[in-house]
């Protein structure tokens, strides 16, 4: 089958007649074609953009709601289509796209839907001056939204929600890797009566497709999540034009582990941190750090989970860890696992591919978990963003403050302990844009979301996401 792009509202091939192919992770086949869009095809997804704007950013805070939500309702009544559309495309097992992706893509909706409605900005009266300034909040315009492929579309939804909530236009790309349900939002859009133009989807390479949306001169913002490299390229495109960015970047997340925590909740939890989704999760923990104490006893307890997991055919419903996303990650994260041994790493489990009957193509891996000596090794400072975690004693609260601090990422942290004063002491010191204490990935989507050092600038979700894809402008009245 061909994806089309979805441009003013209709399914249109690409201008150039250029098609990419696109692989089931399950079992390495070609399974559809996905348009190779170059920037004549990203100028007419702005254009229809362009023209929807006015009458887009003009409409009642109720109508854009009531849209939204309606996008939301049918994501819902069509969750198992899409449930098994994004586990194909992906590689994550059913269950997870069914549980996870697609509520959440329709929760993406609900919520901004709802949360444009309570929107407000501030006012000051200058006392004494006799004038009052408020500050009005305007849609920037024709936006570009760009997203990776490890939670499609869940995380193409949390920028396209809240840029259209705002009033803007959007031009939106999935990543190549996984486009199938960014093609079928379109379908649905449209029939919950998004007006043509404001929503438009454009399929193709980043380095063609997506580097013609930041290059567009007049698409005026850029919401991007992806990799660090990439994220640091699109900025130096960007700069010169001015455009406001919200990047959202890799991680390398520390998992500090404490004696006083509850154990059974820390162990339960920890295999989901080191490998939902096959461990492609910017938040997931890959660096578990353990205190002395328990540490031992943490190994064992740990490996002997892990070894429990079930690796399998994603729509299988036992299976605990699908498919990797594509041959070339699966070949990226294996070489890390020989980098780690080659500096001293111990493999505790896993480490291997893994042949699932009937499907001897797809690209399966065991989860790994590896012991290591230092954190100044290339598996604990680099992203491998697979089902590969690493293990490592502390002593104290200070070495472990050090040790989680130690890497130029700053996404997330996650801390297990029951003492309130190490709570607030590593909440306030550890350098990571969200701080997790005795969980994992409870979101709540008012908060902020974002990384700190080379995890990304600028932060979404909630009023922060509002704020970002909206203009502030002072108005200063005298009476
Ligand atoms: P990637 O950077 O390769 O690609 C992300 C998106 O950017 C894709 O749609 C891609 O086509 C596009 N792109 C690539 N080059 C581009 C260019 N020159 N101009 C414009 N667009 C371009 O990342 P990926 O491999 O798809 O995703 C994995 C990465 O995403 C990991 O580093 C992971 O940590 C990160 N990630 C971060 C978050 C977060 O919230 N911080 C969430 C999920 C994933």
New binding site residues.
């Given amino acids: 089958m061909n994806i089309q792009n979805y441009i003013n509202g209709e399914f249109v091939n690409p201008v150039s007649n250029n098609w990419l192919d696109n692989y089931n992770p399950s079992n390495g086949e070609v399974y559809s074609q996905i348009p190779n869009s170059s920037s004549e095809d990203v100028a007419n997804a702005y254009k229809s953009a362009a023209e929807a704007f006015p009458k887009w950013s003009n409409s009642t805070l109720e109508e854009r709601s009531r849209i939204l939500i309606k996008i939301s309702e049918l994501l819902e009544s069509n969750l198992e289509r899409f449930a098994m559309a994004e586990s194909k495309d992906n590689g994550k097992p059913l269950s997870l796209a069914r549980e996870i992706d697609i509520p959440r893509a329709a929760s993406n909706f609900r919520f901004f839907g709802n949360a444009i409605t309570q929107f407000a900005s501030e006012s000051h009266e200058s006392v004494g001056l006799n004038a009052v300034n408020f500050t009005l909040r305007q849609p920037i315009g024709v936006v570009g939204c760009?997203?990776?492929?490890?939670?499609p579309l869940y995380?193409f939804t949390w920028k396209i929600a809240p840029a259209i909530a705002a009033g803007n236009c959007v031009v939106a790309?999935?990543?190549?890797?996984t486009p199938m349900t960014a093609y079928l939002l379109g379908e649905i859009c449209t029939e919950a009566g998004l007006p043509k133009g404001v929503l438009n989807i454009v399929h193709g390479?980043?380095?063609t497709t997506?580097?013609a949306?930041?290059e567009h001169p007049n698409i005026k913002a850029i919401s991007?999540?992806?990799?660090?490299e990439?994220g640091a390229?699109?900025a130096r495109v960007a700069a010169p034009m001015f455009k406001k960015l919200s990047l959202?970047?890799?991680?390398k997340n520390p998992n500090i582990i404490f004696a006083d925590c509850d154990y059974e909740n820390m162990l339960a939890t920890t295999v989901r941190s080191s490998f939902a989704n096959q461990g492609q999760i910017?938040l997931c923990g890959s660096r578990i750090f353990v205190e002395e104490a328990i540490f031992e006893k943490f190994k064992k307890d740990f490996v002997q989970k892990v070894k429990q997991l079930k690796v399998g055919h994603p729509s299988d419903k036992n299976t605990n860890i699908g498919a990797l996303v594509s041959k070339s990650h699966l070949e990226k994260v294996e070489n890390y696992v020989k980098i780690a041994e080659d500096e001293g790493g111990k493999i505790l489990c896993g480490g291997l591919e893994v042949t699932i009957e009937g499907f001897e193509n797809g690209y399966y891996m065991q989860p790994t978990i590896i012991e290591i000596e230092t954190n100044q090794c290339r598996i604990n400072q680099e992203?491998v963003?697979g089902p590969v975690v690493t293990i490592m004693s502390f002593k104290t609260d200070e070495e472990a403050l050090q040790l989680a601090n130690d890497v130029k990422y700053g996404?997330s942290a996650t801390l297990w302990t029951n003492n309130l004063n190490r709570t607030m002491q590593f909440s306030k010191q550890l350098q990571t844009g969200i701080v997790w204490v005795n969980t994992w990935m409870l979101r709540d989507l008012r908060t902020p979301f974002g990384?700190a050092k080379e995890?990304?600038v600028g932060r979404e979700g909630g009023f922060e996401a509002l704020r970002f894809f909206t203009e502030p402008k002072n108005v200063c009245i005298k009476y």
């Fill in positions: 760009i997203s990776p492929w490890n939670l995380l790309k999935p990543s190549e890797v390479l980043g380095t997506g580097q949306i930041v991007f999540t992806g990799g660090t990439t390229h699109i959202e970047l890799g991680g910017c992203e963003f996404l990384g995890s990304g």
